[in-house]
């Protein structure tokens, strides 16, 4: 089936010059190009749509008030802003309104592989209702302690850009919405940005201050009473540190050590997902696994046809953020499920993740995929020598055992 792509922007040139460099994947892609917003909304009453790619400074109806209205009536569309670098007011009051951020001009092939690449996420949930519900996520919330700290030091007058960016490392919601605001052409960055403490360094104090208290980027989890909310917390971050120190001793180069940090970090971030949009129906899962003694995510499978590890990776994937990552995110279960053949993040992190429930004491039950760990020729150096790491305190991570990740 054929993706359903719509266009719009006032400019007939741009329109025009959509047309001539989208020419080729017109096989693949029904594609609409619409001159106005008002146009656009007629045209959705119409008929469904995977993506939308719009501009921002339009007559009548900007671009903002399209996304918002379309974020309300069809919350399944993708939410592309195409626009100008002068357009920097605009976008800032978008930023809760759209998935990803592109400037004019825009590359032809970039264009396509990043509508490609959000129309292939459609491919993680069947459900409609939980499309609807993912896709109109604007944030993520944070617990509660790290998101007055951030808050409390960006209120500061001597607040300090390394110790936000401490903060925000330490949390999967504040980190997942970063990375997607700093991998947009908004900021302009020559190359994928995976850790948070770089992204902050890059954006800067005054811009971070801006986004933490007049944009309002994050949010704070209000869920009380939630089974094992802080343990998640604990779990997601523990996962980071132990791929981080997986990745160090394979030799990775610095950026794939970053990126298997932050992968660590996100893993898990389908259950913050659940948690705080299915909190009743999150409930029931998390009491079927509990009495049936199946795995969270067979669970998962049972009352919603898909898991939190296809939840978290479909964010992340229409967010923008790096194709390894979300590969990380969706795969961290079942890694040969995955074509890549060579140790990478998502090795780092399947690994962290066994290792993570090991050190607290947790059956293993099929959770490390050695068939996968075979094929890459590391399975039986992998078992014999991996341990979990310590932090500069010398206090191990988990309970501190050696990990010898039996099954």
């Avoid at 949390?171 to 605001?181: F, N, Y």
């Avoid at 948070?196 to 954006?203: D, K, P, S």
């Avoid at 259950?271 to 998390?286: F, N, T």
């Amino acid at each position: 089936m054929k993706k359903k792509i719509l266009f719009v922007d006032d400019e007939p040139n741009v329109l025009d010059g959509l047309r001539r460099v989208l020419r080729g994947v017109r096989p693949e892609w029904e594609m609409e190009f619409c001159p106005s917003a008002q146009h656009a909304l007629e045209i959705l009453e119409g008929k469904p749509f995977d993506v939308m790619v719009t501009d921002m400074r339009m007559p009548g109806m900007d671009g903002c008030e399209l996304l918002e209205k379309v974020k309300a009536l069809h919350p399944q569309v993708v939410r592309i802003i195409l626009s100008g670098h002068s357009d920097r007011d605009l976008i800032l009051s978008s930023l809760g309104l759209a998935h990803q951020f592109l400037s004019k001009p825009c590359d032809g092939e970039a264009l396509k592989a990043i509508v490609s690449r959000a129309c292939a996420m459609r491919e993680l949930l069947e459900d409609q209702s939980l499309v609807e519900i993912v896709s109109s996520i604007d944030s993520l919330p944070s617990l509660p302690t790290l998101y007055k700290e951030v808050i409390e030091e960006a209120n500061s007058e001597d607040g300090s850009l390394e110790r936000i960016g401490e903060i925000i490392s330490k949390d999967a919601g504040m980190s997942a919405k970063l990375l997607q605001l700093v991998n947009s052409a908004f900021f302009g960055l020559a190359a994928k940005v995976t850790s948070t403490v770089r992204a902050v360094n890059l954006i800067g104090l005054e811009t971070i201050k801006a986004l933490v208290l007049s944009v309002k980027i994050f949010s704070e989890f209000d869920r009380p009473g939630m089974p094992s909310v802080s343990t998640l917390w604990d779990h997601s971050l523990l996962t980071g540190m132990i791929a981080r120190s997986i990745a160090t001793q394979e030799d990775l180069a610095q950026n794939q050590i970053d990126e298997a940090f932050t992968a660590g970090l996100l893993h898990d971030v389908g259950k913050l997902i659940l948690l705080d949009k299915l909190p009743g129906k999150y409930r029931e899962i998390i009491a079927l696994s509990g009495e049936t003694e199946c795995t969270l995510w067979e669970a998962e499978q049972t009352a919603l046809s898909t898991t939190h590890a296809h939840v978290g990776a479909y964010l992340m994937g229409i967010w923008g953020l790096s194709g390894s990552m979300v590969e990380a995110i969706a795969y961290h279960h079942f890694p040969g499920k995955c074509l890549n053949t060579v140790f990478s993040t998502l090795t780092a992190v399947h690994l962290a993740d066994c290792a993570e429930h090991d050190s607290r004491g947790e059956s293993n039950r099929d959770r490390l995929d050695i068939g996968y760990l075979e094929k890459l020729g590391i399975s039986e150096r992998i078992q014999e020598s991996l341990t979990v790491p310590r932090d500069s305190s010398g206090k191990a991570l988990g309970d501190g055992r050696k990990n010898t990740f039996c099954r």
